[in-house]
C-alpha cells in the first residue's frame, strides 16, 4: 500500500514558469515532509522542508504548501530553469528518523 | 567532509554469489541508513543504525541480507545467495541526531545476472 504517492510520472515546463509537482499522503500521523531532488547517478539530494504545524515554507525559488486538510502538498519552482531538471520525491517522515518516499516525478524543463 | 561515500559504485554478479557494499557516512553524524531503489520506484527503507546498534530492520531485509556498523562509524550491508530480484540501486545515508533531513550518498548499483 502507498503511503506517499505521486501521481505524475514526469512534467514538461518551460524555462522562466512555474513548476507544480503534487504528492499525497494517506497517513495523518505523518508530521514532517520532504522533497529531494535526484539526477541520474547520483544519490537523492535534500531541497526542502516542511513541519505539519506549518503550510507554507520558502527557499528561495522552491516554496512548499502543506494542506493537512487534503492531505496534500506540493513544491513550487518558480522561476523554473533547465538545471531543475531532475527526478523529484517527496518524503515523509512518519516518526523520528525513517522516510516513506513517494515513486517520483521527472521534471524536465524546456529552454 | 566530502559528503557521503558508497564503494563500489556498480557490480555485476552471478545469481548464488555473495556481495558486500560499504558506505561511509558524514564523520558526526550517528545515524545511518541503508534504503533500496528499483526502476520506477521510490527508494525504500531497509534498516537504521543509531551508532552502532542496528534499531529497525525492514522486512523487505531477508534473512540473506545483514548490515552491520561495528564502530559506529562506517557500514557493510552483505547480501548472500544473490538472486536476480536483488538488482536495484542500494543507497546509504547518514543524518545528525538534531535534525530531519538525511544526506545520501551516490549509491551502488547491483545487477544480478
Known amino acids: ?111 | 567532509d566530502t559528503g557521503v561515500s558508497q564503494d563500489p559504485r556498480h557490480k555485476i554478479t552471478k545469481r548464488g554469489q555473495n556481495v558486500t557494499f560499504r558506505c561511509d557516512p558524514i564523520s558526526e553524524h550517528n545515524r545511518l541508513y541503508w534504503y533500496r531503489q528499483t526502476l520506477g520506484q521510490g527508494p525504500e527503507f531497509l534498516t537504521y543504525f543509531q551508532n552502532e546498534a542496528q534499531l529497525e530492520k525492514s522486512r523487505l531485509l531477508s534473512d540473506r541480507f545483514s548490515a552491520e556498523r561495528p564502530k559506529g562509524s562506517f557500514s557493510t550491508l552483505e547480501i548472500q545467495r544473490t538472486e536476480q530480484g536483488d538488482s536495484a540501486m542500494y543507497l546509504c545515508a547518514s543524518s545528525s541526531l538534531s535534525l530531519n533531513e538525511q544526506f545520501f550518498g551516490p549509491g551502488t548499483r547491483l545487477t544480478v545476472l
Open chain 1, 1 to 111: 500500500d502507498q503511503q506517499v504517492k505521486q501521481n505524475s510520472p514526469s512534467l514538461s515546463v518551460q524555462e522562466g514558469r512555474i513548476s507544480i509537482l503534487n504528492c499525497d499522503y494517506t497517513n495523518s500521523m505523518f508530521d514532517y515532509f520532504l522533497w529531494y531532488k535526484k539526477y541520474p547517478a547520483e544519490g537523492p539530494t535534500f531541497l526542502i522542508s516542511i513541519s505539519s504545524i506549518k503550510d507554507k515554507n520558502e527557499d528561495g525559488r522552491f516554496t512548499v504548501f502543506l494542506n493537512k486538510s487534503a492531505k496534500h502538498l506540493s513544491l513550487h519552482i518558480v522561476p523554473s530553469q533547465p538545471g531543475d531538471s531532475a527526478v523529484y520525491f517527496c518524503a515523509a517522515l512518519p516518526g523520528t528518523y525513517k522516510y516513506i518516499f513517494g515513486t517520483g516525478t521527472r521534471l524536465k524543463v524546456l529552454a
